[in-house]
């Protein structure tokens, strides 16, 4: 997305500006990204909310040294 460092004058022109780059994102590549986001999220109430560090693009519960 191009919108860093831009500033905007209002939430109006915000909304108009994301909503033009949304617009860009194909849809499969929005599908893969929900899946991913999906997979984590259950991965996450799987573990009981345990904190999770990303190791070759899975998440792994974080192992205590303790």
């Known amino acids: 997305m ?3 460092g ?4 209002d939430v109006a022109e915000i909304q108009e500006a994301l909503t ?3 617009k ?3 849809k499969e590549e ?3 990204a929900f899946q991913k986001l999906y997979d984590r999220a259950k991965a996450c109430i799987n573990a009981n909310g345990a904190y999770f560090e990303l190791k ?3 998440c792994l ?3 205590s040294s303790i």
């Open 2 to 4: 191009k919108l860093k």
């Open 6 to 9: 831009f500033h905007f004058a």
């Open 20 to 22: 033009d780059e949304l």
């Open 24 to 26: 860009k994102v194909q």
């Open 30 to 32: 929005l599908s893969v």
């Open 56 to 58: 070759k693009g899975t």
């Open 61 to 63: 519960p974080r192992v």
